[in-house]
C-alpha cells in the first residue's frame, strides 16, 4: 500500500526547513546584558584624529596663495588667482687656462632673481562676482604696474625666495573678452633696499 505522501514531497520539507535554520540570526549577545548608564547625556568633544597623510588624497586638489602687490604710496592690490615663476642665477667668472681643460671658475655673487608673473582678474562689484569684463580692475592694475619705482610683494611663495621687492620689466596680456576673465603676464626682477656710503667729499 502506498504512503499518502511522497517521498519526494518530504525530502523537500526537509530542505526547507533546514534552510531558515541556517538563515535564523543568532543573539548579538551572550551572558552579560548590556549596560546603559550614562547613555542621553550631554556629547563631549574628542581629540582629533590622525591626518590623512596618502599622498593620493591630496594630489590634484588646488590650494590658492594669494599675492599682495604694494606701491610705495600705499596703494594695495590683492590676486588670489595668481601664479609665480622664479629663476636665479649666480655670477661666475670663468677663466680659461692654457693646458689645462675646461675652465678655472670664480664665483662673484647671486644674480637677481628673474619672476614671471601671472595675475588672473575677475570681475566683481560689492564683493560677488559679475559677468562683466574686468575694465575696471585691470585699469587698477595697469596703473599700479605703470608707477615705474619698486613695488612691494607678498605671498607664502615669493618668501621662501626671500623675494619682498620687484622691478617690473614688461607686462603683457591677450584679450579675453569671451569671459569675465582676464590674465596679465608680468615680468620682473628681484629688487631690495640698498644704503651707499661714501668715503670721498
Request: some cysteine.
Amino acid at each position: 500500500m502506498k504512503s499518502p505522501v511522497s517521498i519526494a514531497l518530504m525530502a523537500a520539507g526537509v530542505a526547507q526547513q533546514a534552510k531558515y535554520s541556517i538563515a535564523r540570526f543568532r543573539p548579538s549577545r551572550t551572558g552579560i546584558s548590556p549596560q546603559w548608564e550614562g547613555r542621553g547625556g550631554n556629547m563631549s568633544p574628542s581629540e582629533a584624529r590622525t591626518p590623512i597623510t596618502d599622498p593620493s588624497y591630496w594630489e590634484g586638489r588646488w590650494a590658492l596663495c594669494t599675492l599682495t602687490i604694494r606701491n610705495q604710496d600705499g596703494r594695495t592690490l590683492y590676486f588670489p588667482d595668481a601664479v609665480a615663476s622664479v629663476r636665479r642665477e649666480n655670477r661666475i667668472v670663468q677663466t680659461a687656462i692654457a693646458g689645462m681643460d675646461g675652465t678655472v671658475k670664480e664665483y662673484v655673487n647671486a644674480g637677481d632673481w628673474q619672476l614671471e608673473l601671472v595675475l588672473g582678474i575677475q570681475s566683481s562689484e560689492g564683493g560677488r562676482i559679475t559677468d562683466e569684463y574686468p575694465d575696471y580692475e585691470l585699469h587698477n592694475l595697469m596703473r599700479l604696474l605703470d608707477d615705474n619705482r619698486p613695488l612691494r610683494v607678498h605671498s607664502s611663495f615669493l618668501d621662501i625666495f626671500g623675494i619682498d621687492m620687484i622691478a617690473v620689466k614688461s607686462v603683457g596680456a591677450s584679450q579675453a573678452t569671451e569671459a569675465n576673465y582676464q590674465t596679465v603676464n608680468v615680468s620682473a626682477v628681484s629688487d631690495k633696499d640698498y644704503t651707499i656710503y661714501s668715503t670721498e667729499y
